[in-house]
Structures are given as structure tokens and as C-alpha cells.
């Protein structure tokens, strides 16, 4: 398959032949490996990268496992020197693109940090560019829309997304990754109640002020624009899964601007809609969100397997509220990292000792890291996650 690839992401390839080979993980065959996955001529019935016996996917699900599984949110990327070596001076957009580039990207922190899962190195607002909405990538701002979302006539703008066709440099890059893991594969999409406040707002937003009165004053066409983001973030997720994806992370970031009533009224029929319509696939979904605290229990009866939690709930309060038969994901605050190994570590010992050994736990921090994290300390973290961490059987 043939790379959408700019000068810069070719020039980000070069890098990577200059100064980081791009290590070829071990890939066990032919049939069934010794961590569950099944390969070879049987993976016409579960597909490649499905690590069943794996113990993040274990933990996914609330089932017994050898040790707590521990991955970072924006694990590849700005807070590693060798993402800078290689990054190019291309936008992240033009980096996706390159399926060999993202595929080394996610890699990096495979290597360094021996978490226990990969996620893919994308973003949310891909498929909204890859359909052509207007939409672009601006360091230091985050996504910006030349014509931010207003009327009914704007919906014409977001046809349905053809993976194959809009995001094939995705796709390649997972049967790449798939080839090179030996632990399993997050895919993820945006929230449709996400996406949709980016391409009203136009721009990252404080109080989501656009997003809402279209909510408040239109609701016909909130849900009408909701529900398309919803089938192309189903699109996208199920060709992910469809490629090789060993799990789904759907992230609402922002649903926390919203009230329970609100959550409830526009936003979780919606969600709900996309984790129904890959419900069968058998791989654990995700559902993520920061200040949610008081949305957990919808955001758990919107179907997925796991809850993301951030730092603000402490991790056996969070339990109550979502209920039995789901997994919690977090939720160490992501600024004791730069209080240094010493104190990090510590709390994250306290999150440890709060989930009590419960097995559906994913240990993770409440958010995304930040650039100008320390890696060192977050190798830390994985350590004394892997060395201290108990599970109940």
C-alpha cells in the first residue's frame, strides 16, 4: 500500500534510518502463543493481535491474571527524546499519514517503558479530516477548523468515512504493528459529544460555549450531527478492530463540561450508539473522560467493559458508582511525575492499595502525559506497578 506521506513525513522517515533502527519485536507463530494470541492459518477466527490470555485484556474484562497491567494515555510521543529525533517538522496529521513513521512512534514506548499495551499514534480528528471537513492540526493549539460546525447545511460536509479509502495509512499502520507486538493493540475513536465540540468551536475551548447553545437551542440538529459522528467514529473503530485492534479506547475528553442531566439527554445516546454497534466484536472497550466524576454511572451504562477514571475520584469510590462487572482504568494524577520517582511512586502505591488487588483494574494515569514529563520517572512508575501490584484471584 502506497503512503500518503509529505516532505516532512518523508524527512521524519529518514530520521528514523538515521538514528533509530526500528526494532522488529518478536512475532510468535503459528498458531496459539504462549500469551493467548492466536496466529497463523487459525487467525481466520479470532483475529491476529487478540491477546485473550494477556493480562491487560484479563484485567479489561475482571478476570484473574499475574500482574496488574499498567499503559499511559499519550505514551508516544513529545515527552520522549527519541519521538523528537525522528517527529520531523511536519503537523502530527502529516506523521499519521506515514504508516511507517507512526507505526516506530508507537513503538518507542513499547521499548523504553515495557508497558503492557501499545496504542495506536493518532488522533481523535482524523476522520473528520480524512472526510474533508476543513480541519487541521495547529502545534501548540490543537485541532482548528477553517469553518467551524453552525447550520443544517454543514452535515454535508461529514460523509460516511470509508476506512480503506479515507484512512488506509491507519489501517497499515496497525497490520503493521500487529506484525511487530508481542502484547496487545489499543485502537480508539473520539466521543461523538468530543469531536462535535471541535468542529463547532473551531479551536480547543474553555467553556464549550458554541457547543452547548447549539445543544440548548437546536437540539434536533446537535443530535442530527451527533449521530453522523457517531457512524464514522463505528466506521473507524471497526476497521480497526477488523485490522488487528486488541482492545478500543472511545475518549469523551470534555464530556465533564456537562452536567448529569445534560450527559444523559445529549450526549449518551450517542455514545451508547457506538459501543453497541461493536458489542460483538469480543474485544474490551474503553470509555474515557477527565472530570467526570459525577457522570461515571451513566458513562458505565453506556456499554463499555472499562471506565476510565481521572485522579479526582479516588479509585474504591469510583467502584461504587460504576458497578459491578466493570473494570476501572487510572488514575495516578499526572503531575506528581514532576515531583520527581520518589514521590510518584509512592502515589502510585496509594492507587494500589485503594483498588485493593481487585483484578479489573488497568493501571493508567488520570490523563494524557505531558511534554515535559521526565521518562525516567514514568519507568519507575511501570516498575513498582509490576513488582508491587497484586491481583485476587
Known sequence: MTSRRSPATRAGRAAIDRTVPVARLPVRSPTTDNLGRVTGAASSAVPAGRYDNHPFIQACRGLPHERVPVWFMRQAGRSLPEYRAIRGAGTILDAIADPDLSTEITLQPIRRYDVDAAILYSDIVVPAHAVGFGLTVTPGVGPEVEQPFRHEDDLARLRPLDPEADTPYVLETIRQLVAELDRPLIGFAGAPFTVASYLIEGRPSRDYANTKAMMFANERLWHALCDRLADIAISSLQSQIDNGASAIQLFDSWAGSLSPA??????????????????????????????????????????????????????DAARERVGRGKALQGNLDPTVVFAGAEFACEAARDVLRLNDGHPGHVFNLGHGVMPAMDPDVLAEIVKVVHEEGTVRS
Open 262 to 315: 445534560q450527559y444523559r439527554r445529549y450526549v449518551f445516546p450517542h455514545s451508547q450508539k457506538v459501543m453497541d454497534a461493536i458489542a460483538d466484536t469480543g474485544v474490551p472497550k474503553i470509555h474515557f473522560g477527565v472530570t467526570t466524576g459525577e457522570l461515571l454511572p451513566q458513562i458505565s451504562a453506556v456499554g463499555a467493559d472499562v471506565v476510565g477514571v481521572d485522579w479526582r475520584v479516588p479509585l
